[in-house]
């Protein structure tokens, strides 16, 4: 696997100082780092010791002038529109200039601006600098993630970046929307929107891993909704639960299948169950039960799923897949005496929930 090296930035406040759940999601986005990782990425990001990024502006601004998507102009190009073609030569040609990028050729509503006519550069030209030199230092990707008042601001820089020659793929600005509480009223029977209530008091109602788990499930560019009424609760309707209660069953059924003296299990190491022998590759077995063959594919589809959730920064495809292998195993689990056989495919779907829970997404998976 090739190694690419990726800058990757999001806010590091510490947990227990973020007061917002507009900036609680964004700081849970942390573990994207190990999901990132574990998918072939050398990471380093704002915070990262000896990074000495500090662009000089002058330099810069010099170097990018020749490109044919900025220009100087007293207005731009959207404003010009509907003046005479000859505007700049006529009523505006003692005017001081601007200097201009064309990122409305890449999505944005209207060219932005890198220079006033004074000499100041703008917030936009200090954000390419620093971001061109970070590509300049050989890295191969930069992901942005930020909280939803950077929404608008997300299209320009991208734009800007994109007129400088980066692709969507390479620079990647990802604005995080809040989470929205939601709960069951008694007297109407119906789940309602509820107002914002502090981190702490959220995290002592559903947990930090209902938390954590429902931030996530969501696509990050949309908001997150949490029902505060089942998060965090032993009910059918709690997805996160019928994850865990998934691995639990595993871990109770690969105990049963040992008690009966159907395989060895050494479970010293909580992050590795082990069969001693170690059994065949469940996909060299014949499966006649449907879900059970349901299950060897979706074990298969988690490495290509773990790619496509980092390529994309897309946690919520992980989550998914977690309830699809969870609903099959529930379904294949209902009435299952373990083989031997059985025992194979439940190791390799409880050791798959353990790692994806615990070791990418930072969530208890419970044996018990």
């Not at 006519?117 to 992901?143: C, H, N, V």
């Not at 109602?205 to 209902?210: H, L, Q, V």
């Not at 003296?261 to 014949?286: A, D, K, M």
């Not at 059970?292 to 897309?314: G, W």
């Amino acid at each position: 696997m090739q190694i690419k090296k990726t800058w990757f930035s999001y806010p590091e406040i510490p947990f227990n100082l973020v007061s917002s759940l507009t900036s609680i999601r964004c700081t849970l986005t942390a573990f994207v780092k190990k999901l990132l990782r574990h998918s072939g990425n050398s990471i380093n990001s704002d915070t990262t010791l000896n990074q000495k990024i500090s662009p000089d502006l002058e330099k810069f601004f010099k170097s990018i002038q020749s490109n044919d998507r900025i220009y100087k102009a007293s207005l731009s190009r959207q404003l010009a529109a509907d003046l005479s073609p000859d505007v700049e030569e006529t009523t505006f040609k003692d005017t001081a200039k601007s200097w201009f990028i064309k990122t409305a050729d890449f999505g944005d509503d209207y060219d932005q601006l890198l220079q006033h006519p004074d000499g100041r550069f703008t917030k936009l030209l200090e954000d390419i600098a620093y971001y061109y030199q970070i590509f300049q230092q050989g890295y191969d990707k930069i992901i942005l993630i930020r909280p939803s008042i950077y929404t608008g601001y997300d299209i320009q820089l991208t734009a800007a970046m994109q007129a400088l020659g980066y692709t969507k793929e390479q620079f990647k600005f990802i604005v995080v929307q809040p989470i929205k509480l939601y709960a069951f009223h008694k007297p109407t029977k119906k789940v309602h929107p509820i107002p914002d209530i502090p981190t702490e008091e959220l995290i002592q109602t559903i947990g930090i891993d209902a938390l954590r788990w429902h931030s996530l499930r969501a696509p990050l560019t949309r908001s997150a909704p949490i029902n505060i009424s089942t998060a965090g609760q032993p009910t059918p309707k709690n997805t996160l639960y019928r994850v865990q209660s998934a691995h639990i069953r595993c871990c109770t059924l690969l105990h049963q299948a040992y008690q009966q003296g159907l395989i060895q299990l050494n479970t010293r190491s909580r992050n590795n169950w082990q069969i001693i022998p170690s059994p065949i590759p469940v996909l060299e077995y014949t499966w006649d039960s449907p879900d059970a063959q349901t299950l060897v594919t979706q074990l298969q589809a988690v490495p290509k799923i773990l790619q496509q959730s980092a390529t994309e920064v897309a946690p919520h495809l992980l989550c998914q897949h977690l309830e699809a292998i969870s609903s099959t195993c529930h379904q294949w689990c209902h009435s299952l005496e373990p083989t031997t056989q059985d025992s194979a495919l439940l190791l390799a779907i409880k050791q798959t929930i353990f790692d994806l829970l615990e070791n990418i997404l930072g969530i208890t998976a419970p044996d018990r």
